[in-house]
């Protein structure tokens, strides 16, 4: 089985700027979470969608937004880029609420 | 509300020696625990999960946990470090029985095997 795929895997905007980024799950789950990664911060959750709805969101601002379509792909979307948006963007599949979340390789974004 | 300490942001061993990163968590219901590695430049990846079953958990790579209700611990051992065993530790914990599905992870433990 594939495992989870996101693409880009590095990119760099200026500030001010807007960035989307893609999830694919693994084939049949239907749980897709985000993840932000900062060495300040840590890992901190950003949302989880489910069967395309919004099941459960952190503290972010509303800049960070999300959405999942019918084939369980997943997108996240940062609008007016901050420097502090620097960060290792990662997305975890699971197959139910409290299974094991499977993480892909992440998104490393640079906002200069 | 649920948290997790990881005491010790880097650790060191010797080849061949005992790892033991420590994990304690706080839950207002009981939890499920994860632990997860991180090698540079890469996601996440499970070595194993509690979930209320067997208080003694073995993950992969010769890794293992033991959930302790008294004292809130869910420490990661390792009886023999091996050098590819260098890399970050995460604890993690959601809220059990909750339906929320959002990890809470700790501040995480950079694991130095010397050799």
């Known amino acids: 089985k594939a495992g989870v795929t996101q693409t880009p895997r590095y990119l760099i905007k200026t500030r001010g700027q807007q960035v989307t980024l893609s999830c694919s799950p693994i084939s049949g789950h239907r749980s897709v979470s985000w993840y932000q990664q900062t060495p300040g911060q840590g890992l901190q959750f950003l949302f989880e969608y489910f069967s395309e709805t919004q099941r459960n969101k952190g503290n972010f601002p509303g800049r960070f937004s999300g959405r999942q379509f019918s084939n369980s792909r997943s997108e996240m979307n940062v609008s007016t880029l901050e420097l502090g948006d620097s960060a290792l963007y990662l997305c975890a599949s699971s197959l139910a609420v409290a299974n094991e979340q499977f993480f892909g390789p992440g998104t490393r974004l640079t906002v200069l | 509300a649920q948290s997790v300490t990881q005491l010790g942001s880097h650790v060191s061993v010797s080849e061949g020696a005992l790892v033991l990163l420590r994990c304690n968590y706080s839950s207002s219901v009981p939890p499920y625990l994860f632990w997860y590695v991180q090698y540079p430049n890469q996601g996440l990846q499970l070595l194993l999960k509690?979930?209320?079953?067997?208080?003694l958990v073995k993950g992969i790579n010769g890794f293992e946990a033991e959930f302790k209700k008294s004292e809130t611990s869910f420490h990661l051992t390792k009886p023999s470090a091996h050098m590819s065993d260098a890399a970050e530790y995460f604890c993690?914990?959601?809220?059990?029985?909750?339906?929320?599905?959002?990890?809470?992870f700790g501040t995480g433990t950079r694991l130095t095997v010397i050799p």
């Open positions: 993690a914990v959601i809220e059990g029985q909750t339906g929320a599905n959002n990890l809470f």
């Open positions: 509690y979930t209320s079953a067997a208080t």
